[in-house]
């Protein structure tokens, strides 16, 4: 039972981290929320907080133009689950991530592109296309 009852305590606390991250990310505080999501991560949370919240800390990032720790951090969001990947694309607030050489391939990576371009040119390849 008091182990139940400490799980229920911890996971009270994240969410009041995670809150409380997201008010100062909203108020352009990212160094302070970056703080209190980088808590939530260190307290083992559940694998959707942790998706959730490895992407708020690549937002987190984006916002301070820390562009390798954004990526990597959302890189970590992925592992863990999150595949919103329409908000990946689109989301102002990873931008900055956006703009990087090395996002798309972190995309593709967990999130196969609808035009696979190496099968295109494999049958482009096929019907002679490609010669020169």
């Known amino acids: 039972m008091q182990n139940y009852l400490r799980k229920m305590e911890l996971k009270r606390k994240r969410e009041t981290e995670i809150k409380q991250g997201l008010k100062l990310y909203k108020e352009g ?15 083992k949370p559940e ?8 992407y708020n800390v690549a ?4 916002q301070l133009n820390q562009i390798e720790a954004g990526l990597s951090a959302l ?13 990946i694309r ?5 931008a900055n991530l956006r703009s990087s050489e090395n996002f798309k391939p972190l995309l593709d990576k967990y999130d196969e592109p609808f035009i696979n371009e190496n099968a295109i040119n494999a049958i482009k390849s096929l019907f ?5």
Do not use: H, W
């Open 29 to 43: 505080k990212y160094e302070a929320a970056l703080e209190n999501f980088e808590s939530v991560l260190g307290s």
């Open 128 to 132: 002679g296309f490609n010669k020169k």
């Open 59 to 62: 937002c987190c990032y984006s």
């Open 90 to 94: 689109t989301d102002p607030d990873i």
């Open 75 to 87: 890189e970590d969001a992925m592992e863990a689950g999150y595949e919103d990947y329409q908000t």
């Open 47 to 54: 694998p959707r907080e942790a998706a959730v919240t490895s």
